[in-house]
């Protein structure tokens, strides 16, 4: 008798800028084997010459966002929509349904192929986008908002100032909280990232 395929979990990690959501996903990756699916690379993907958000851009746009190999040439698809937030908001009516259903396709192979742990899923704007109601929990990485300001000064050389911008533009530390199931504190080092992980695994039976 053929044994059912045990549940592999999608689950979003989110959180902001500079909370280390890269050093979470490269953890889950590689010693928890979780497969990991990452939001921009797959827009990007989509918007390679033949793919579905590429065809869309084009159609919308026109041939002169192309550079000479007949790729989207993103400085000049940047300069027709920012700072124009209709044309930005078509823009993102095209690419963020598309990344969406390829997402929910990619899980499903992995699902199909049933060979990692969970599938991980992050995203710039995972809650704004609406990814919980397609992922099975969302878990928030939270870092302190001086830390952040640090992390990015130093490892990005943003200025102060910078980050402290793009930290207003993202969602407050209650709204991460209020959707997310879990939260992952960041604060520390990565051994404390990685205990805080095994838990988790031990509690879900995902090993």
Same mark, same amino acid.
Not at 26 to 53: Q, R, T, W, Y
């Given at each position: 008798?053929?044994?059912?395929?045990?549940?592999? !979990?999608?689950?979003?990690?989110?959180?902001?800028?500079?909370?280390?959501?890269?050093? %979470?996903?490269?953890?889950?990756?590689?010693?928890?084997?979780?497969?990991?699916? @990452?939001?921009?690379?797959?827009?990007?993907?989509?918007?390679? !010459?033949?793919?579905?958000?590429?065809?869309?851009?084009?159609?919308?746009?026109?041939?002169?966002?192309?550079?000479?190999?007949?790729?989207?040439?993103? !400085?000049?698809?940047?300069?027709?929509?920012?700072?124009? !937030?209709?044309? @930005?908001?078509?823009?993102?009516?095209?690419?963020?349904?598309? %990344?969406?259903?390829?997402?929910?396709?990619?899980?499903?192979?992995?699902?199909?192929?049933?060979?990692?742990?969970?599938?991980?899923?992050?995203?710039?704007?995972?809650?704004?986008?609406?990814?919980?109601?397609?992922?099975?929990?969302?878990?928030?990485?939270?870092?302190?908002?001086?830390?952040?300001?640090?992390?990015?000064?130093?490892?990005?050389?943003?200025?102060?100032?910078?980050?402290?911008?793009?930290?207003?533009?993202?969602?407050?530390?209650?709204?991460?909280?209020?959707?997310?199931?879990?939260?992952?504190?960041?604060?520390?080092? %990565?051994?404390?990232?990685?205990?805080? @992980?095994?838990?988790?695994?031990?509690?879900?039976?995902?090993?």
């Amino acid at each position: 008798m053929k044994q059912n395929k045990k549940y592999i !979990p999608a689950i979003g990690i989110t959180g902001g800028v500079g909370s280390g959501k890269s050093v %979470v996903m490269d953890l889950l990756e590689k010693e928890f084997g979780a497969a990991v699916i @990452l939001a921009d690379l797959v827009a990007h993907d989509l918007m390679e !010459p033949g793919a579905v958000s590429y065809r869309q851009i084009v159609a919308e746009f026109g041939t002169e966002i192309l550079d000479g190999e007949g790729r989207i040439h993103r !400085p000049s698809l940047s300069k027709i929509v920012f700072g124009h !937030p209709e044309r @930005l908001k078509r823009l993102n009516e095209i690419t963020h349904p598309n %990344v969406k259903e390829e997402i929910l396709a990619r899980i499903a192979r992995f699902r199909e192929e049933g060979k990692v742990s969970m599938v991980a899923v992050e995203a710039a704007l995972l809650i704004e986008n609406g990814f919980e109601e397609i992922l099975d929990e969302l878990w928030y990485v939270y870092v302190k908002e001086e830390t952040r300001i640090h992390r990015l000064m130093e490892g990005r050389g943003y200025s102060e100032e910078k980050s402290r911008s793009i930290m207003k533009q993202q969602l407050r530390d209650g709204e991460f909280r209020s959707h997310c199931s879990r939260v992952i504190d960041n604060n520390q080092d %990565v051994d404390s990232l990685r205990v805080q @992980l095994t838990q988790i695994f031990e509690e879900k039976k995902l090993f």
